[in-house]
């Protein structure tokens, strides 16, 4: 790790294909910023990220990377982390990825604390696949496969966050872009599962859930004279909870959490074993006796 | 006096077979005695028949024989389903006070000898222990030295205190006792011992030990009969190598946990049987298209759907060489005896790690949950070679890259291996994707590149060929007309039902198979053999297939798909029937 590192560093030589003014240009940054300010640099840090647009993240920045199948990145994240707990593990997707598909391993991931960072980029809509729903759709939301609106609650995952135990629970908006870098690099240096949604708009398919709406929208619980506390759990509940509006900045961080990884007793990498069987392994041959 | 002893406990599930089976099977390996076990359990937890057979001799056994010498029933049941295999010198231990047995008579020519079990065991401390009552009655009724069933019972309740084991081993004395005094017994049966010291293993803790030794240091898996118990055995020990193991929530997540796992540089595996294997196939075309070196062992059960979960088969073979989407190389590889379990995965890692590609390593239930003696050393830890293929690191990593310093996993190369740079080597930082993509791993859809990438993955399996000895294990006799080939654990019950077929002259040349893909060719075999039999443990043949496709030549098939695994005299009553030899049929 070298201090000259910056965050372009972390940027690809490859030209992102979003479509001009996606909100995910504005996450990648933040991103890229948070883990330059954290003091990592491309060979330690392994970025895994889903399908969709927002998938497409692993491809615009410079680092391990892993591009996977729809909904697993997570389970992906783990093991890295857990063979390798010397790098920095951050995962990224969309709300269709992390909460449809994935909504299982999202719930999993939370519960178990692996010391990396999750960051989902909630369009509520599906990009890549040209404008369907996703489980963060608002009801009456009118998509092409859902003409009359979708008949279908939203999810909240904060909410499921918060049940499943999370312990850094945060919302960020993707054009502050200030605080959006600042609120993932609060989740890097989290001890524990750092789970960001972050508001990151679909130009194109999603004319609801716009800048303009989420600019006018969102509340920073971080403003003075918001005076939230991140450690008081029924004051974070009530601001989860409350759907009228929408919230950014740490929402709930429970500083006591020991990662899995560490509780597992995992502190070293996996790469370096022996060139044969360990000395001992024929004491594993005796228990047989 | 027969050479071998078919010994069973049956009863119901919840009486504790397994464990009172285990004990005994144990004390034999201890007195140097070879062991071969098998067991015939519900799924179910509590009720349901279950079984636990024993065969022993001082010479090597492969299989199971239709014959039961002595039979612990702690229940009618238990009888009913043996009654083939007594004979007029079987003896059946049983309680005549247990409600079940009330009216219990020996059938046939059997002897029944009524030991009050459970009253014994209770004057020694404590009912549970009545099987153990049992075992002190078997080894009176086999002259086997009592001795060494304490060192089995010190080994299994040695953690719950001195008391416990010294009431066991009373239990057992008391057993004994009962039926020296009150029975009038001569019986042929007098369990001669030896001095070897044999360990005594199944074929899915052989698969967690060769992991371990092969530097596995990352498992992650979801529980499913009959692989969990590679879970549970890695666990608690793969730890004190600096290994975890990580139970997922389900199958999906396991198998992309070990793939991150492995891209992070760690040897990874993970276990699973049918209905995993295939919510694990939509990670499979990632894990193979990444160049992912990863080890999915798939221990068979009997399908489709959960189908029959505690039965064998072996249906899987094609899921493992066709299940995906699209075409990927992928290796398969099926050891065919629990100690080549071991040799297999210690191979599978080497073979996943030098292609890096995933190779399946595939069990069957019989092989993965019978238990089976062997001399320490055909487990020779110092015999164990890792090769982690090409790994670069910060010294050679600059010839791999390009000329704007970009390292490239997937460059194409003459032998289609690429070089690999684990998380954490400096300038080797790198995209993996499922999608198609460059040699720096980036997305393309230019259809040279396609090609190319298609090809070099491709390439490996010919490198493979080249380097590698995928062969075959021969046995019988090299000059026979017939050829039998089989995979998996049908080379046990084969091993003996040559000794069946020559007894009635009749020669065969038998190979038995552990590479699926890339398998040996076999077309010359078959050439000088007038007829090739394939023995497996299904109904379609998907092996049979395989050799007809390489061999362009048709051959006959046995196939069993009762749930049940081939027993040696029935196989070789299939191999005459295939010959058309017919069998003189008893009068
Ligand atoms: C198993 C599987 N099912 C469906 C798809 C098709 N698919 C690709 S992206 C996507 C939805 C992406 O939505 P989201 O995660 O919200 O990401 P966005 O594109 O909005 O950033 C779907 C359904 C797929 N790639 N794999
Ligand atoms: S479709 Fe929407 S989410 Fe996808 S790149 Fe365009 S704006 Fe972004």
Partial sequence: MSSDIRFTDFKSDKQPTWCPGCGDFGTMNGMMKALANTGNDPDNTFVVAGIGCSGKIGTYMHSYALHGVHGRALPVGTGV??????????????????????????????????DMTYVVMDNRIYGLTKGQFSPTSREDFETSTSPDGTHQQPVNPLALALAAGGTFIAQSFSSDSQRHAEIVQEAIEHDGFGFVNVYSPCVTFNDVDTYDYFRDAIVDVGDEDFDHDPSDYDAAKDLILDRDKEYQGVIYQDDSSVGFEEREGVTEPMTDIPDGAPDDAMDLVREFY | MPEDLNWAVGGEA????????????????????????????ASRIRGGYTAYKVRTSVDRVESVVDRLDILIALTERTVDENLDELHEDSIIIYDGERTMMKDFEAPGETTGLDVPLKALAEDAGGAIMRNIVALGAACAVTGFNIEYLDESLEKRFGDKGEAIVENNKKAARLGAEYVEEEFDLTTPYDLETTDNDYVLLNGDEAIGMGAIAGGCRFYAGYPITPATDVMEYMKGRVENYGGVVVQAEDELSAINMALGAARAGARSMTATSGPGIDLMTETFGLIATSETPLVICNVMRSGPSTGMPTKQEQGDLNAMLYGGHGEVPRFVLAPTTIAECFHKTVEAFNLAEKYQLPVYLTADLSLAVTEQTFEPDEFDMDAVEIDRGKVVDEDNIDEWTN???????????????????FPGTTDGAHMSTGLEHDELGRRTEDTEMRVKQVEKRDRKVETAREREDFDYREFGNED?????????????????AIDFLEEDDIDVRFLSVPYIFPRPDLSEEIEAADETIVVECNATGQFADLVEHDALSRVKRINKYNGVRFNADELAEDIKAELGETTEVEA
Wanted: overall charge negative; glycine content about 14%.
């Fill in chain 1, 81 to 114: 982390k857990m063979a390798n707990p010397d790098l920095e593990v951050m995962v990224a997707g969309g709300d269709g990825d992390g909460y449809s598909i994935g909504a299982g391993h999202f719930v999993h991931a939370v519960r178990r604390n692996v």
């Fill in chain 2, 14 to 41: 919840g009486d504790g077979i397994d464990s009172t089976g285990k004990i005994f099977a144990q004390a034999l390996s201890r007195a140097g005695r070879h062991v071969f076990t098998s067991k015939d359990f």
């Fill in chain 2, 403 to 421: 000329e704007k310093g970009q390292f490239k996993p997937h460059a194409l190369t003459d032998d289609g291996i690429s070089p690999r740079s």
């Fill in chain 2, 480 to 496: 026979a007309d017939t050829l039998v080939i089989s995979w998996g654990s049908n080379e046990g019950p084969m091993l003996e």
